[in-house]
Structure formats: structure tokens, C-alpha cells
């Protein structure tokens, strides 16, 4: 695509997916030095292009979001109407609280519709959401918090998980606080200022006529921070009107998101594919999103299905994490359920394996419903490649991606020219991104100029064939999840079985053979390890740089982990290794 081209599709499409209040002189920079230059000039308003909008079409009894709380019957429905009203409610409390446009506000809330409320009633004030993940220690938070200067911070007094309530760890470092009530347990630490939600927007019966704030194109509308499964997490800042352009096209063209559909995207609303497809592309495109609040087995191994059953859903956007957990139960869970209205099953985050994907497609699609790979990162804003049914990624339309060769064998993924999800900059400095974006994630590429991804670059070994050796162990039909670290010359790889897999030490041996077969030769030195759990980001990934650790006897910096106990069960069993 050349430059002209280009301005012109995303010309059209910020102009069919949008409405925007005052026009642009030029809707595309012509390099990543101008990228803050998306549609330069423009403003919209984004709380009117995902609420307001919908209801002065007629659209105010459709359902906007879906709220299934971990108890079966806690469900609610708001309507387009009913969100309005809320995100009105809050955007007025905000407002009360000294919220104004170019504010950051802090919210680490669990799934609940509160937290979709939250971030656009701040963007209704033309302030800026930053949203934290679970799980994150309370340190993180209050040192983010800091860096970002916020100005407020929304938490709640706990939520569910497992059928049981369960405090949030609150950090003691932050600004004023405004706290959700979920479990209704009494909060250890009140503290001077804090405001209850519910007691503030009880205050405005009525929601009041609030107009939305105008945000330029490249205003920032958030700040996120990278999950880190790389190395220290950075905080990167979207723009207003570029990401909403962004998501909103790859959730139409990718997934097939439009009004009357229900879009499950079950990664966190805390990571980028959250703010992507659970919030934003979805209420912009005049569809349904569907939000859970719990366990995805509680108090069964079939909650999921039961639940994209009950809400109907159309596109399921899953991960290889989950999706690995959900195999290991067992097939016959999905397998009892019918899910006709399922049209597309998508996974992103991590490498699809070809196993996943034919579950997926088998147990979950029942041969109807296709599975495809996506892939994205924190700075691209969503979705920039997806494969077909049978994988390799191929950039969707009005992006370009190549290979920047020379570093690794097979070179970087690299974004080859200016696109409008972008990141505009880092909470500390500018992206390096000039000619093109090298996105770090090593690449290949087919024959027929389709992507496979490999991982990040920094991850990978040296010139030890860490990739074939996790296929090879990962394609066993007992192994659940795989992953190949290089300890100097040896490549160790961490292996979790399924349920009804046999015995740890036969599959060691096992698979040890198969590897040096079908691989690397006899000589190799290899070191297959069955372990209970492999260490994970918060964001669900596997931890490649922590097992590399494990793998070479230092426990290293386990904050990025869900549950850094993994790590010292790994450390306990590393006599057992070599
Ligand atoms: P984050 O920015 O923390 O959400 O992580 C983004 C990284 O996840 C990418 O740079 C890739 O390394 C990895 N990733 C995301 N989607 C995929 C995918 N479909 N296949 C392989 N790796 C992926």
C-alpha cells in the first residue's frame, strides 16, 4: 500500500467507524517520528461515540454490556440507555471529586460493570484511565500511581473468586480513594477521604445532562503499563481518536464485531485486549460485550460454556492460557454443551499451539465455529495480524508488516509503516519507532509471505533450537503446556500434563527420545522436566525469563508473576534436573 493509498483507508474508516466533531486536515503522519499526527486537527467525542450515539439512533434498549457475576443468578444487563445514564452519574461524582480533562485516575477494580462505568465516565471528563490488572502487588501500584501522577484512585472492598469473597489488597501509598462495594465485608482500612461509590452516585437519582468532553485525535485516553513477560513493564499512552479507529477496525474486520452480536473477549479488561475488545471496539460498533466476573471452573469445569450458552455469545476471544487450563479439564465438558450461536472463536496472546487450536475447533466450535490466531501487543492497541483457519499471521487491512532482518535468525516482526492504534508515547519517553516499529517479537515467514511468531526476541537462546524443541513436546498428545529455556548449553524445557496423562517419569523419558529422534540428534543435551504449573504473568503468559531462571537456580525477580510460589517449587526440584 502506498502513502495515498493508505491515508485513504484510514481516512474511510475513521469516518465509518466514528463520529468526529471537528474534521482533520490529514488523517495520516508520514512516518512513526510524526505517529502523535493522526488525524491532526480533529476532536470527537469518545463517551458519545460508545454510548451516546447508539441511544439517539433508537438503540437505548439494546444490550450495551453484559454483567455475569460468579454467582449464577447476580446477571445484569445494561442496556445502552441504562449505561448512559450510569456513566453520566459517574462522570458527574468524578467531576465533584476535582476530575478534570488530562487527569490521571487509577482504577484497579475486578470485572465488574463498575469498571467499565469508571474508565468511560473518565472519558467522558476528557481524563485519562489507568487501569491496573488483578493481582498486581500493592507496591506496583502506589509506585505507578506515582509515576503517572494520579490524581485518584478506584478500588473496590473485594470480589469473588471460587465461591468466596475475597479482600483486595489495598496500597498504602496513593491518592484519594473511591471504593466499589462488592462483597459488603467491612473494609480493615477506611481512611480519611474515602468516598463509597454507591453513597456518591445515590447522590444523583437523576442522571444529570452531562455533555462529553472534546478530545483531540491524539489526546491521551489512557495509559496501560506492558505485562512485562519480557522485562520491566512500561507504561505506554494511547491516543483518543487513534485507538478507538484502531480497535473499532479490527474488531469489525477481524472478528465480525457489529450491533446485535455479543463479543466475549476473556482476557482481563486490565491488559490491552480487555480495553480493546471488552470495552471500547465493542460499545463503538454498537454490539454487546460480555463481562465475568469469576473463575472461569467454579463451581465447575463447564462455567464457561454454560455462560457463553446463557448470553448467547458470537465471537469468544480467548487465550492459549486459559484455553490450555480449560484442556486439562477434560473435552467433555465443552463437548455436552451445545453453543449454536458461536461464530468465531479467537485466541491472542501468547502462540497458538496447532493443539489448542484443534480443540478449540473440535470440542468448542464443533466444526462449525472457526478458530484463528490473533496477534498484538500493549503498544500496537489491539489486534494488527490474524491467521486463517490453518495459521500463519497476515496483517489486517491498512497495516504492513516485514521482517527486520539481521538480529536472530529469522529477524524481528517489524510494522513497516504508520497505522492509528499506535501507542503515541511512554509514560517515561518516547517509543523507538522511526522508519518502522520493531515490535521484538522473533519471526518467521512462510513461503506463502504469512508470519509465525516465535516469541520475544530477548527470550529466545542462542543459536539452540528452542522453538522445534517445544513444538516436538508440546505436540505429545499427554502434554498440556511446553516451554524451552536455554542453561548455557542445555535446553531444559518445563512440561505440564494433562489430567490423565502417565506418569511424570515415563513421560520425562518419553519425550526425551522424542525430542533427540525427531530433533536433535542423540547427543543433544536436553533436560525434560514434568512439573505441576509453569510460572505465569498476571496477564497469563508463560514466563519464559522466570523459567530460564528456574532453570539456572535463581529465583530473580518474581513481582511480574501470578504466583510467584511456582517459582519456588521449581527452585525445590532443581536438584532433579540435570
Ligand atoms: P503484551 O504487550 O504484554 O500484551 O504482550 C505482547 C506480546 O505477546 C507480543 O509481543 C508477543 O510476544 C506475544 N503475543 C501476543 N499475541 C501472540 C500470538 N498470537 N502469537 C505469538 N505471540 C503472541
Aim: overall charge negative.
Amino acid at each position: 500500500m502506498n502513502a495515498h493509498d493508505r491515508e485513504r483507508f484510514w481516512n474511510e474508516r475513521a469516518h465509518e467507524l466514528l463520529t468526529w466533531s471537528q474534521p482533520w486536515s490529514k488523517a495520516c503522519p508520514d512516518s512513526f517520528d510524526a505517529a502523535p499526527g493522526w488525524f491532526a486537527g480533529a476532536t470527537l467525542d469518545v463517551s458519545a461515540n460508545c454510548l451516546d450515539r447508539h441511544v439517539a439512533a433508537g438503540r437505548a434498549d439494546v444490550p450495551a454490556l453484559i454483567w455475569q457475576g460468579e454467582p449464577e443468578d447476580e446477571a445484569v444487563v445494561f442496556t445502552y440507555g441504562r449505561l448512559l445514564a450510569d456513566v453520566r452519574r459517574a462522570a458527574v461524582v468524578l467531576a465533584g471529586l476535582g476530575v478534570s480533562a488530562g487527569d490521571v485516575v487509577g482504577i484497579a477494580l475486578p470485572a465488574l460493570p463498575e469498571l467499565v462505568v469508571s474508565m468511560l465516565a473518565l472519558a467522558r471528563l476528557g481524563a485519562v484511565h489507568l487501569v491496573f490488572p488483578a493481582g498486581l502487588s500493592p507496591a506496583v501500584i502506589s509506585e505507578r500511581l506515582g509515576a503517572c501522577k494520579a490524581k485518584l484512585f478506584i478500588t473496590a472492598d473485594g470480589f469473588y473468586k471460587a465461591g468466596r469473597p475475597v479482600p483486595l489488597v489495598q496500597p498504602q501509598d496513593v491518592p484519594r480513594r473511591v471504593l466499589v462495594r462488592r462483597t459488603g465485608r467491612p473494609m480493615e482500612d477506611q481512611r480519611p477521604g474515602d468516598v463509597w461509590w454507591h453513597e456518591a452516585i445515590a447522590a444523583h437519582p437523576t442522571p444529570p445532562n452531562l455533555p462529553g468532553a472534546m478530545h483531540g485525535a491524539s489526546d491521551p485516553l489512557f495509559i496501560l503499563y506492558t505485562s512485562g513477560s519480557s522485562g520491566h513493564p512500561k507504561g505506554v499512552v494511547h491516543s483518543a481518536g487513534g485507538f478507538l479507529t484502531a480497535c473499532a477496525s479490527s474488531a469489525r474486520e477481524g472478528f465480525g464485531v457489529g450491533p446485535g452480536m455479543t463479543i466475549w473477549c476473556q482476557a482481563e479488561p486490565g491488559w490491552i485486549m480487555g480495553h480493546a475488545y471488552a470495552v471500547y471496539a465493542p460499545l463503538c460498533l454498537g454490539a454487546t460485550t460480555l463481562l465475568y466476573e469469576g473463575s472461569p471452573g467454579y463451581p465447575q469445569p463447564d462455567r464457561i460454556w454454560r455462560i457463553a450458552q446463557k448470553h448467547q455469545v458470537a465471537t469468544l476471544l480467548t487465550t492459549p492460557a486459559l484455553t490450555g487450563q480449560l484442556m486439562r479439564e477434560g473435552e467433555a465438558w465443552p463437548a455436552a454443551r451445545d453453543l449454536p450461536s458461536l461464530k468465531f472463536i479467537v485466541s491472542v496472546g501468547e502462540k497458538l499451539t496447532p493443539e489448542n487450536r484443534s480443540w478449540l475447533a473440535r470440542s468448542v466450535g464443533k466444526g462449525r465455529a472457526p478458530v484463528v490466531d490473533a496477534w498484538g501487543q500493549t503498544e500496537t492497541g489491539g489486534v494488527l495480524m490474524l491467521s486463517g483457519s490453518q495459521g500463519g499471521l497476515a496483517p489486517l487491512s491498512g497495516v504492513e508488516a516485514g521482517v527486520e532482518p539481521g538480529v536472530q535468525a529469522g529477524g524481528h516482526l517489524a510494522i513497516l509503516s504508520p497505522w492509528p492504534g499506535m501507542a503515541v508515547r511512554l509514560v517515561e519517553g518516547s517509543l523507538d519507532a522511526k522508519e518502522h516499529y520493531d515490535t521484538g517479537d522473533l519471526v518467521q515467514t512462510t513461503p506463502d509471505g504469512k508470519f509465525i511468531i516465535q516469541g520475544r526476541s530477548e527470550l529466545a537462546g542462542s543459536d539452540l533450537p528452542l522453538v522445534d524443541v517445544e513444538a516436538c513436546v508440546a505436540a505429545y498428545p499427554d502434554v498440556a503446556e511446553a516451554a524451552a529455556v536455554a542453561s548455557g548449553d542445555t535446553v531444559v524445557v518445563y512440561a505440564t500434563l494433562r489430567a490423565e496423562a502417565a506418569d511424570p517419569e515415563h513421560m520425562e523419558s518419553v519425550l526425551t527420545d522424542a525430542v533427540r529422534r525427531e530433533v536433535s540428534g542423540p547427543e543433544f543435551p536436553l533436560s525434560i522436566r514434568i512439573v505441576e504449573e509453569l510460572p505465569k504473568t498476571r496477564s497469563g503468559k508463560i514466563a519464559r525469563n522466570a523459567l530460564r531462571g528456574a532453570a539456572e537456580g535463581r529465583m530473580g525477580d518474581v513481582s511480574g508473576l501470578a504466583d510467584p510460589s511456582v517459582m519456588s517449587t521449581l527452585l525445590g526440584d532443581k536438584d532433579a534436573l540435570f
